[in-house]
């Protein structure tokens, strides 16, 4: 398994920006696939962005031109960089790999979009 630390939330108006950061432990970061889940109050989590080994991306709808995922395999690093920012994305956001691994899961970081 690889452990996972998310960080990069925090609060900021609609149309702001924020870019998360997941730093992954091990060396196998670089073989797994990874994702940028979100739950918001009274959802269930859903996958927002995905990156494969080889760097293809694919995004929900609702992210897509808004949203970056990308990685650094020599910093065991995926991040999501999120633009104009909209009240209907504050959740807690996670990374995990694409399936999720339910021992992986971290702490996740509060993104707040309001005015």
């Known amino acids: 398994q690889v452990q996972l630390v998310e960080s990069g939330g925090g609060m900021v108006q609609p149309g702001g920006s924020l870019r998360l950061s997941c730093a992954a432990s091990?060396?196998?970061?670089?073989?797994?696939?990874m994702g940028w889940y979100r739950q918001a109050p009274g959802k269930q989590r859903e996958v927002v962005a995905g990156?494969?080994?080889?760097?293809?991306?694919n995004y929900k709808d609702s992210v897509k031109g808004r949203f970056t995922i990308s990685r650094d395999n020599a910093k065991n690093t995926v991040y999501l960089q999120m633009n104009s920012l909209k009240p209907d994305d504050t959740a807690v956001y996670y990374c995990?790999?694409?399936?999720?691994?339910?021992?992986?899961w971290g702490q996740g970081t509060q993104v707040t979009v309001s005015s």
């Open positions: 091990g060396s196998i970061f670089r073989l797994y696939a």
């Open positions: 990156i494969t080994t080889g760097g293809s991306t």
């Open positions: 995990n790999a694409l399936p999720a691994e339910s021992g992986s």
